[in-house]
């Protein structure tokens, strides 16, 4: 990767060997959890850490606001977007627990949580996981190679099949806008 042209074809080798290992079906079946969430007001949460919270804004910035279509906003919260929630938490109780906690707070049975974190073992992200599933939410990961410990606490897990951050991350966007296209499509349908 000496060469912005190197660069390029490593991303589009990591793109293509996603294309090649991610399954249509479980895509399909984290568009499914979605769509049944939002197309009857239930929430959909969003979470991750760094560069995956960054993902977890502009993925709720689409489904809020508008990605291709024209329709009404659509109740897509991101968990990570809050500073007074994220500070007061962390400096009162910690880290491991402020998903989790609004979790609680925004959660409800029928929804959906998309937990993104690159390694797949963020412990605010699993546990988050953990608290939606324990209030009979669907859980989707989206991550890294094998999926970490997000793998044995989700119903669907999408993992890009690679361990350099910035090259899964640059995966998960091309996964995520497909999946913010198929959810507008659907709902507006």
Same mark, same amino acid.
């Given at each position: 990767?000496?060469t912005?042209g190197g ?7 990591v793109?293509n060997?996603?294309a090649?290992?991610l399954?249509?079906?479980?895509v399909e079946?984290?568009i499914?959890?979605?769509?049944g969430?939002l197309? #009857?007001?239930? $929430?959909m949460?969003?979470?991750?850490n ?18 291709l279509?024209?329709r009404k906003a659509?109740n897509?919260?991101?968990l990570?977007?809050? $500073?007074?929630?994220l ?15 609004q #979790?609680?707070a925004y959660?409800?049975?029928?929804g959906?949580l998309?937990?993104i ?5 963020s412990?605010n #992200?699993v546990n988050?996981l953990?608290?939606? !599933?324990?209030?009979?939410m669907a859980t989707?990961a989206?991550?890294g190679d094998?999926?970490?410990?997000m ?10 099949p690679s361990?350099?951050? $910035?090259?899964?991350?640059q ?13 507008? !499509? !659907?709902i507006?349908?």
């Amino acid at each position: 990767m000496t060469t912005i042209g190197g660069y390029l074809r490593e991303s589009s080798d990591v793109i293509n060997q996603t294309a090649e290992v991610l399954s249509n079906e479980r895509v399909e079946q984290a568009i499914n959890a979605m769509t049944g969430a939002l197309s #009857v007001g239930n $929430p959909m949460l969003v979470c991750g850490n760094g560069g995956s919270a960054a993902d977890a804004m502009h993925i709720t910035g689409e489904l809020v606001g508008r990605f291709l279509i024209e329709r009404k906003a659509l109740n897509c919260i991101c968990l990570s977007s809050n $500073p007074t929630i994220l500070t007061a938490w962390t400096n009162d109780y910690d880290y491991d627990t402020v998903f989790s906690r609004q #979790v609680e707070a925004y959660g409800k049975a029928g929804g959906v949580l998309l937990g993104i974190s690159t390694s797949g073992n963020s412990a605010n #992200v699993v546990n988050a996981l953990k608290a939606a !599933r324990d209030m009979n939410m669907a859980t989707v990961a989206l991550t890294g190679d094998g999926g970490g410990k997000m793998a044995g606490v989700s119903d669907i897990v999408l993992s890009v099949p690679s361990t350099s951050t $910035p090259q899964i991350q640059q995966a998960h966007l091309c996964v995520y806008h497909y999946m913010c296209a198929q959810i507008e !499509r !659907r709902i507006c349908a």
